[in-house]
């Protein structure tokens, strides 16, 4: 679909509304899945300077951001997003929605970021279950002159999996706080359209769903923008998130049949987003990717911040002399559904920290896909290098499950191939095959998690160390607490008895490893088949 979608996103799009006409133009700036890239592109400073330059063409000036930007580098991770948050401030953004990534670093600290991000939330389907009221305001209202724009908040029910679940439940393993989400896609969509339908008797003129909600890559169908935009309405552009693609303007027909925008930036500043209401009353959306300049104030916070741990990210590792790849060079995910040379080291360094633990060496090692972020290059590795592959704050531990547990959960990793999937498990001490032609037989909830297995299955001739996985025996599995204790992306790892808790710390696990190399060897320039595509 996307390859289809790429001419349709070569013009800039202009749809009209019905709304009032404002007397001098609108300008919105957006930004998403900035995933920690302050420097990255065109940068925050980069953004600042643009939005300085709008502001001398019309005083309505307005800049969203639509989640994702506490995680993905290790500017993120080493104070738990608190850089970020001090760079948006200083930027005065005027408001932001929720990403899955803002959870990561914890509820406590998901917390910190609603009290000090001084744009604040806005979610029309962040609830509290327990109340079964809305943890923020559904939406926001902005007025320019005699014109209001609303700006709907919505963040993707896979906010649960695609973080993790066990934050978003009480200590007796309840949930506990929810996003609207079910298999049929219909809360989320009465959700967004309650919120929209309140804004426009408010007095809203134009209505701005700001999503975190992703279009056609490795999202949940019924919770993304192409499936709501045409059950919507009233909605007149859709600034979307979470599937990192690069959509100046898309049209689609509402429930109505009248023409909504659906928009993207991609990932990382590498583009701004750009929403005009002229004063025709005209709606346009475009990317724009030179910001023509950098601004100073902000470019010498970001120097400042980074002086606080550059020492640090220096220290070296090790060297390689071939690329570890993450994504190719186009940006997409490699490692989210094949093999390759950065998946086996990744998962061997897991087997690798287990020799030091009392229950000493693990039979199994695992890592999901998604938890791998960031390319190394040829050249020399240093703690940067680790930090930015492994963004997160995850800890290591060591479970005892059964084999069938074991093949239980590859199946539920490999259930989307071919398509890309963060749950996708790559493993150290065993190998596998599967079979993409048959229909997946994985059954899960309306939260994605693993519920159970109905049909023949995919995963084949699985061994470990080269012996036939026996599903009665019992083994040890050593990977991060998201997948095996956490319900990260689904995993549910039933039976597990946890025999060595959070030991350690993944990217310091990473490193430690790489640095018993002088150099990485030859045979992580390429997958092992350890996993194998029946074709």
Not at 182 to 193: D, M, P
Request: aromatic residues 10%.
């Amino acid at each position: 679909m996307k390859k289809v979608l790429v001419l349709l996103l070569l013009a800039v799009m202009c749809v009209p509304s019905l709304g009032a006409v404002p007397d001098k133009d609108i300008v919105i700036l957006y930004t998403n899945d900035v995933h920690c890239g302050v420097e990255d592109a065109i940068g925050y400073a980069g953004l600042e300077y643009y939005k300085h330059e709008m502001q001398k063409l019309t005083p309505y000036v307005t800049l969203v951001d639509a989640g994702d930007w506490a995680q993905g580098a290790t500017i993120g991770m080493i104070a738990q997003g608190r850089y970020i948050f001090e760079i948006m401030n200083a930027m005065n953004y005027d408001l932001a929605v929720p990403g899955n990534h803002e959870f990561d670093y914890g509820w406590s600290q998901f917390e910190n970021f609603v009290k000090n991000l001084k744009c604040g939330f806005v979610s029309c389907n962040m609830r509290d279950l327990r109340t079964g009221e809305l943890i923020f305001k559904p939406y926001r209202i902005f007025t320019y002159g005699d014109v209001k724009v609303a700006f709907v908040g919505a963040t993707t029910p896979e906010a649960i999996t695609k973080s993790t679940p066990s934050y978003f439940m009480d200590d007796s393993g309840k949930y506990i706080y929810d996003f609207d989400g079910e298999q049929t896609g219909e809360k989320l969509i009465a959700s967004i359209q309650k919120a929209v339908d309140d804004a426009r008797a408010e007095g809203a003129d134009y209505v701005i769903v700001v999503g975190h909600l992703g279009e056609y890559e490795d999202v949940t169908d019924v919770w993304a923008v192409p499936f709501i935009a045409p059950r919507t309405r009233n909605i007149d552009v859709f600034i979307d998130a979470h599937s990192h693609e690069i959509t100046p303007a898309l049209i689609f027909k509402n429930a109505d049949g009248k023409d909504v925008i659906v928009t993207q930036t991609g990932t990382k500043l590498h583009n701004i987003g750009k929403l005009t209401i002229s004063t025709e009353g005209k709606v346009k959306t475009e990317l724009v990717s030179d910001a023509g300049g950098k601004d100073e104030k902000i470019n010498a916070l970001v120097e400042d911040i980074k002086a606080r741990f550059e020492d640090t990210l220096r220290q070296h590792l090790s060297w390689t002399s071939f690329d570890l790849r993450a994504m190719d060079d186009a940006g997409e995910w490699v490692v989210r559904n094949a093999e390759n040379g950065l998946c086996d080291l990744v998962a061997d360094s897991m087997l690798y920290s287990s020799e030091g633990t009392e229950t000493g060496r693990a039979d199994i090692g695992l890592y999901n896909a998604g938890g791998i972020r960031a390319n190394i290059m040829t050249g020399e590795i240093t703690f940067n290098n680790a930090l930015s592959v492994m963004p997160f704050n995850n800890t290591v531990c060591i479970v005892e499950v059964s084999g069938q547990t074991i093949l239980d959960e590859l199946e539920h990793g490999v259930r989307l191939m071919p398509a890309r999937n963060g749950g996708f498990l790559h493993v150290a001490g065993m190998t596998y095959k599967v079979d993409t032609s048959i229909p997946t037989p994985v059954k899960v909830d309306d939260r994605n998690i693993l519920i159970g297995i109905e049909g023949e299955r995919r995963i084949k001739d699985a061994k470990v160390n080269g012996e036939p996985l026996d599903p009665e025996k019992k083994y040890k599995v050593v990977s991060i607490s998201y997948v095996l204790t956490g319900l990260g992306d689904g995993h549910v790892f039933k039976g597990a008895r946890l025999i060595e808790p959070d030991y350690a710390t993944a990217s310091d696990t990473f490193a430690r490893y790489m640095k018993t190399f002088d150099r990485i060897p030859e045979r992580y320039s390429h997958g092992e088949g350890r996993m194998t595509v029946i074709k």
